[in-house]
């Protein structure tokens, strides 16, 4: 398949309820809009989303919208607006042939009958609640206004008859509303919020980064009662993450988990492995810091960072976005900017007629409140969106000022942030591993990692470092100190190398024949030394001058566009000053040493001559 076919399940769901006897209150469809040389695209396909700026999965009703989520590359609020309208546009299309499917089929629905409160009742328990649980509400400390809140609600059960068990349920349900209503009067009727902020105001902030000294990087984010311990750790590309899902195969190098302990929430029970709500708001961070991570040709380490929530009360995920951005600049990491994000709320009337979108909600405002729309991004623009409503759906005016909303706290979170630590670290952590990248031609990446691999294996052995060669060529090398690294480097550039012209070489004499020697000047490289080349006077037998496993210096003086390498030993060596002039044809005797009879043809000088040259050259 060329798309990906979460929208479509979603979609397939709501239509199997359409036609079905569950009761549902509307028909909804999503859809994934992505945005491409400034066009949007309605359900791009994979190549398509590889290259898109956005990443929006919509859900939504005929009405309204009703679930967001998004990943981003700084799109802006307009831009993310259209994409939104775009969309819904779109879910309209497609709920409209849900609908036609439904009434052709038209099945009856199943009746539910609601479960009613005694008015008698929900009058004499918001008569006696309404105003206790209003004040306890206000009490500024989480723990301390939950505390008031229940010994208000335990108070009032136990003044019930005890007979009376039906009534104490009915009470108890009917208490979650007039705590719901507390919050709305307080915000529409007298213009607050329960904690007295304003309904932008985003509370207090402090962070710290390099908290814990061994890690490779470390900060802690506090906003009000929520702080975030979040670590960084540097990695290389063996450390990356293998994904096997149904399009097939994927390698991630920058992972980010969020847990939630219980002590978080003052509360005692077992630590057990990550659950859908952690893994949902670690995905959630991930999205938003993962357009700002840099590139492996960059920085080529794999990162991954933990968020371990000491103390909550509401946008945890958000507090861990901020705090990951600075523990990933305490680390070193070269992010192409800081991220923030920020938790909006929404208060809504019954109708539309009021309502008030609410800046970094506490928990209270996000358990009883109708949204909880998180929105991530840098100074430049969203990187991450998520939108859950407890209402039939958000008008798009209403989104409009949210996000205007949220973009202004986030500018004033990333200020705070940048107070903590402006930029990122010049250089990694000491106890970080240190990965030097260069680079080889494409042709000789075989001869680094040799047949079965045994070549990198050696290197590795030798070395100690650890090794990854990408198809592209390059090569990540890391290591825990210089010297291993320089090292490796240094057998994999010889490994690599090509013969230069002019260049001297000490070489290892492999083979001998009778017009030379061939010389291993690089791994796997071998030159011809002619027997004229190997010294200034005439050589009759090489085996004379060289043996095979000799080591001698040669310089390199051809090299023919096949490949094939000529060297001299002679070059290298000094002319020695009685030498005669060449002569035109060294094996007719006599010739150029009239007199001399068959043995003409060699200098008086050649002994000495050889004897100071002809054994410079070093064997083993």
Request: negative net charge; contains cysteine; aromatic residues 4%.
């Amino acid at each position: 398949t060329d798309n990906d076919p979460d929208v479509l399940s979603l979609t397939g769901a709501s239509a199997a309820l359409a036609v079905s006897k569950i009761p549902f209150q509307k028909t909804i469809a999503a859809v994934r809009v992505g945005l491409l040389d400034g066009e949007l695209l309605i359900n791009p396909t994979y190549s398509e989303r590889a290259r898109s700026r956005l990443d929006l999965v919509i859900a939504g009703s005929r009405d309204a919208i009703v679930m967001v989520e998004a990943g981003a590359q700084e799109v802006s609020e307009d831009e993310m607006l259209q994409a939104l309208a775009a969309g819904h546009d779109a879910i309209k299309e497609i709920i409209g042939a849900i609908d036609e499917l439904a009434a052709g089929v038209a099945t009856p629905k199943v009746a539910v009958e609601a479960q009613e409160i005694d008015d008698d009742l929900r009058r004499d328990t918001e008569s006696a609640l309404l105003e206790p649980l209003a004040d306890a509400m206000r009490i500024q400390g989480k723990l301390e206004s939950y505390a008031r809140v229940d010994q208000v609600v335990d108070e009032y059960l136990a003044s019930l008859p005890e007979t009376d068990a039906d009534r104490r349920t009915a009470a108890k349900r009917f208490i979650k509303d007039l705590k719901e209503k507390v919050l709305r009067n307080e915000v529409l009727e007298r213009g607050q919020r329960l904690d007295g902020r304003s309904f932008d105001e985003i509370r207090a902030i402090w962070s710290e980064v390099g908290v814990l000294p061994r890690v490779h990087g470390s900060a802690v984010f506090t906003r009000g009662e929520t702080q975030a311990l979040v670590t960084a750790t540097l990695g290389t590309a063996d450390d990356q993450q293998k994904i096997e899902h149904v399009a097939g195969e994927s390698y991630k190098r920058f992972l980010l988990h969020y847990n939630f302990p219980p002590f978080s929430v003052g509360e005692v029970k077992f630590l057990r492995g990550p659950g859908r709500r952690e893994i949902g708001h670690g995905n959630l961070a991930e999205r938003s810091l993962s357009p700002m991570v840099p590139g492996e040709d960059q920085f080529p380490y794999t990162l991954r960072v933990v968020s371990d929530i000491l103390e909550s009360n509401g946008s945890s995920s958000m507090a861990t976005v901020c705090g990951a951005t600075l523990a990933l600049m305490d680390a070193g990491v070269p992010l192409k900017a800081p991220v923030a994000g920020v938790a909006m709320g929404l208060i809504m009337e019954e109708g539309g007629s009021r309502y008030a979108v609410l800046s970094d909600i506490a928990g209270a405002e996000d358990h009883y409140g109708d949204m909880d729309f998180k929105v991530a991004g840098s100074a430049n623009g969203i990187t991450a969106l998520q939108m859950d409503i407890k209402m039939a759906g958000v008008p798009t005016e209403v989104m409009r000022e949210a996000l205007a909303q949220a973009r202004e706290g986030r500018l004033a979170i990333l200020e705070k942030m940048q107070a903590t630590i402006a930029a990122p670290r010049d250089s990694v952590s000491t106890y970080a591993p240190r990965i030097v990248t260069i680079t080889i031609p494409v042709d000789k990446i075989r001869d680094v990692i040799g047949p079965g691999g045994k070549t990198i294996r050696s290197i590795v052995d030798r070395t100690g470092v650890k090794i990854d060669v990408e198809d592209d060529g390059r090569v990540n090398i890391a290591s825990t100190d210089s010297d291993s690294a320089q090292k490796a480097i240094a057998i994999i550039e010889e490994l690599t190398a090509s013969p230069e012209l002019n260049k001297t070489y000490l070489g290892k004499v492999q083979r001998i024949t009778d017009f030379g020697a061939f010389v291993e000047i690089l791994p796997g490289i071998d030159g011809l030394l002619h027997v004229s080349e190997i010294a200034h006077y005439r050589v009759s037998e090489v085996s004379d001058e060289l043996q095979e496993g000799d080591q001698v210096l040669v310089k390199v003086i051809n090299v023919d566009p096949s490949g094939k390498v000529r060297l001299s030993r002679k070059a290298l060596l000094p002319v020695p000053e009685d030498a005669p002039p060449p002569r035109r044809d060294d094996n007719k005797p006599g010739v150029g040493d009239r007199g001399r009879g068959p043995g003409g043809g060699r200098p008086r000088h050649r002994s000495q001559s050889r004897n100071r040259t002809s054994r410079e050259h070093v064997k083993r």
